[in-house]
């Protein structure tokens, strides 16, 4: 069963439109993966590894557990799941768990063929997936047809790599995996439509560079996505439209895990590791590349507080209305959360009593989530650890003296001992013009020294406020205001978080969630 949702009914008084509620709900199979929505939004795949895992339902909120079944990953409009169950020599075979079943049913094995699973699966049954060669020697993408039962390899360009099908769409006519480039081991996208293979490619600096391996296809067939855009493999994914060919880059999010009917939606991660740390995020084409959090607060779709939010979003409905995924809760555990009405407009009703729409925020990646691997809006430096920009999973808490206020990220100025240190965060905006304007932010002291440890905000070079070490830590975060009404003149500034220490002592300040509003911190 679904438990406590978090509401957030969203108007628009200038259209007199009433929107849907968004709703955060948080689910209960433990150690659940959330996978994939079904294309009508009505059913959710949520794998917990070789133990199953359950179907969310929407109609009634309930999770049914699946059992003897291992790697839920796809789903139908009519609710089936894809994944395998372990047949009676030891290996993974295909299965599926249609709904009201009490067992799943095996697929045949492809010829030659053995330890298969199924990635995905189509609404008339047929489904496609991974299996490997009879002497273990390669992996295959294969499709199987519900028509006539058979099971194929799916062609690829180079059959002596590994290959998969990861991905296919509602009526089974459009196939999305990948291949091995034999030489390197690069996993190329792969696009099988009605079995004919393709591979996208993006022409750079004069060349042409295939795109990573392909994850997701709408459920309409119309679009795919998938992992590493060739101009950054570190921090883009990719949008394939399957009918004109073109291929558009998905910036600070390296894995892409879903795409809506329109195509103007993409849900995926900024990690499929722990470094960086994995953080959900939403692309749109109206607004770019968000982190979750960021993307719910601004919409006022509330979520609990106290959720880390290292995961990734994975799934997301045709219609774009509705995102799944999950976030870690321990070393080892897991749990997944839906949100409904993500359509909802920035919200500006319920600020300022109705008074109107404060200014958006000029600050890119308040949060830092997309600046930790040095190629996002925010620059930094350290004196001795060379980026202030960390994440606890490799930086570590100071012994509860430091991390994030939301999210993953935050910005460490400080935490060195034994030398001097000097450490800043910086990004170049366009502050809107008008006054008021204030520069709002989370600040938190957790270790102090008795030095002469502070931070300084500057704008352009010129110090607008300071923050000596006060004689006591602090517990926690608590946000400050900076006014800056001087410089909204809608020019470019450069804002920066500037930490300093010369007695080579420790103090911690931590720094997370910094935006410019028409209103100081309350």
């Not at 993408?141 to 509602?170: F, H």
């Not at 084409?285 to 290292?310: C, K, N, Q």
């Not at 999210?407 to 060195?416: D, E, F, K, R, T």
């Amino acid at each position: 069963m679904r438990v406590s949702p978090y509401l957030a009914a969203v108007a628009t008084i200038a259209s007199g439109s009433v929107f849907a509620a968004g709703e955060f709900i948080p689910l209960d199979t433990a150690d659940g993966q959330a996978t994939q929505f079904s294309q009508n939004g009505q059913y959710l795949a949520i794998s917990t590894g070789d133990a199953g895992g359950a179907r969310w339902i929407r109609a009634s909120g309930v999770e049914e557990p699946i059992t003897g079944m291992n790697y839920l990953n796809g789903i139908n409009n009519l609710g089936a799941i894809s994944g395998s169950l372990i047949a009676g020599g030891g290996t993974d075979a295909p299965a599926l768990s249609p709904l009201g079943a009490g067992a799943p049913t095996a697929l045949p094995l492809p010829v030659d063929l053995q330890n298969a699973g199924v990635d995905d699966v189509a609404d008339d049954g047929s489904a496609v997936g991974l299996a490997w060669m009879s002497d273990w020697s390669v992996a295959r993408a294969y499709y199987y047809s519900a028509a006539d039962g058979a099971v194929t390899p799916l062609p690829v360009a180079s059959p002596e790599a590994p290959s998969r099908a990861s991905s296919i769409s509602a009526d089974g006519h459009v196939i999305a995996g990948w291949n091995d480039e034999p030489a390197s081991g690069f996993r190329r996208g792969v696009v099988w439509k009605d079995g004919v293979a393709t591979y996208p490619v993006v022409t750079l600096d004069g060349g042409e560079y295939n795109v990573g391996e392909g994850a997701a296809v709408s459920g309409n067939g119309r679009w795919v996505v998938g992992h590493f855009h060739p101009r950054d493999k570190s921090s883009g994914s990719w949008r394939l439209d399957v009918e004109t060919g073109e291929v558009v880059e998905i910036p600070s999010m390296p894995f892409a895990f879903g795409v809506s009917d329109d195509g103007r939606t993409v849900v995926g991660s900024g990690s499929y590791f722990l470094y960086p740390p994995r953080a959900p995020y939403v692309w749109t084409e109206a607004g770019g590349t968000e982190l979750l959090t960021d993307y719910l607060a601004a919409r006022a779709i509330a979520y609990p507080s106290d959720w880390g939010f290292e995961g990734g979003l994975t799934a997301v409905s045709g219609d774009g209305l509705a995102v799944a995924g999950w976030t870690r809760t321990s070393p080892s555990g897991m749990r997944s959360f839906v949100v409904t009405g993500i359509d909802a407009p920035v919200d500006a009703v319920f600020d300022n009593g109705f008074d109107g729409a404060p200014a958006s925020n000029p600050v890119a990646d308040p949060g830092f989530e997309g600046s930790i691997n040095g190629d996002g809006p925010w620059t930094s430096t350290s004196s001795v650890r060379g980026s202030a920009i960390c994440a606890v999973v490799f930086c570590g808490d100071g012994l509860g003296t430091a991390g994030p206020h939301r999210g993953p990220i935050w910005a460490w100025l400080g935490g060195v001992e034994g030398s001097a240190e000097e450490s800043t965060v910086s990004q170049r905006l366009r502050i809107p013009s008008g006054a008021p304007r204030y520069l709002n932010f989370w600040l938190w002291i957790g270790l102090v020294n008795g030095s002469d440890s502070m931070m300084t905000v500057r704008i352009d070079g010129v110090e607008v406020a300071s923050y000596p070490e006060p004689a006591n830590a602090e517990d926690g975060y608590t946000q400050r205001s900076v006014d800056i009404g001087a410089y909204a003149d809608g020019a470019e500034h450069t804002i920066q978080f500037r930490y300093t220490e010369s007695a080579g002592r420790i103090s911690n300040y931590g720094l997370d969630d910094v935006t410019i509003d028409a209103e100081p911190a309350p």
